[in-house]
């Protein structure tokens, strides 16, 4: 999915992440089946949905008051001041649901160019608009927050789809059909989240770089140049442009490919791993970016 890097130095870090995008997808669903068959008394199912800023700051804004439930969502913002945007990239349940469906969709040929930068101000819009209408009593939150996106993509898009797959089995094998509830604005849904994996086509996370207001808000409380987890590239960069290509989130400038758009960056360290030279590090890891190496004058 991500590539490799022939030095092997951005391995572990990238399977760290996938483990925990891994693990977080797994909690999420297990915690949206905990709401239809509670089977463990006092288990927070609707945990993911108080880690989301997007929705606690609406929230807030519309109870003209901070929510206490909303405490875990204060927990990200002060990660994310501290680490950079990795909840997008190792925790969001909508995110690694994205990249299975870039890695599933596998675009061919040429790759179409890239939105200009000035879409990205889509989801400080969105955001604004979130915002304002929070202040009136309006929930627009629940159309573009990841968290609140992601029970919806998978509870009411994905499992009835799967369920009906299931059905002619379940009839064939015991005789019985799975009888389910039909939700309202299914047709809505399916438009909806069709419309964004058919987006990644053009670009991958296409959602999180342009709309997200999620994103917005991280984006505003990351501290580009004081992150514990940035981006750095040493002088054995060659400016070949594989990171540019490959970053998922267009943070890195393609005219200037050794500096980094620090509050796109989600961390995910994709660009280490596939840099042919070794030449991306990020702080806080394992070791800085390797040197440039030295001219050995006695090879040809």
Request: charged content about 15%; hydrophobic content about 50%.
């Amino acid at each position: 999915m991500d590539g490799g890097n022939p030095r092997g130095a951005a391995q572990p870090p990238m399977r760290l992440r996938r483990a925990c995008q891994a693990l977080s997808l797994a909690l999420f669903l297990g915690l949206l089946a905990a709401t239809a068959w509670p089977l463990v008394p006092g288990l927070p199912v609707d945990l993911f949905v108080r880690l989301d800023p997007g929705l606690f700051l609406a929230a807030s804004l519309a109870g003209r008051t901070l929510l206490a439930a909303g405490l875990p969502a204060l927990a990200v913002l002060a990660a994310t001041a501290l680490l950079g945007r990795v909840f997008c990239s190792h925790v969001c349940p909508l995110g690694t649901s994205l990249d299975l469906g870039r890695w599933a969709l596998r675009p061919r040929g040429r790759r179409p160019a890239a939105p200009p930068e000035a879409w990205r101000k889509g989801k400080y819009l969105f955001l604004l608009l979130i915002a304002a209408a929070a202040v009136y009593g309006l929930d627009l939150a629940c159309f573009g927050a990841p968290l609140s996106l992601a029970p919806r993509l998978y509870g009411l898009v994905l499992f009835p789809a799967l369920r009906e797959l299931a059905d002619p089995a379940a009839v064939a094998l015991l005789g019985l059909p799975l009888a389910g509830p039909r939700f309202a604005l299914t047709l809505f849904h399916l438009l909806f989240f069709g419309a964004m994996f058919a987006l990644l086509r053009r670009a991958p996370r296409f959602w999180c770089r342009y709309l997200c207001p999620t994103g917005a808000v991280l984006a505003l409380a990351a501290w580009p140049g004081r992150s514990l987890h940035r981006r750095r590239v040493s002088d054995a960069c060659t400016g070949c442009g594989t990171c540019v290509r490959r970053c998922p989130m267009g943070a890195i400038p393609e005219e200037e490919p050794r500096t980094t758009r620090e509050r796109e960056c989600i961390g995910c360290r994709t660009c280490a791993a596939v840099c042919p030279e070794g030449a991306v590090a990020f702080a806080g890891g394992a070791g800085r970016p390797a040197a440039a190496p030295a001219v050995d004058l006695g090879r040809r």
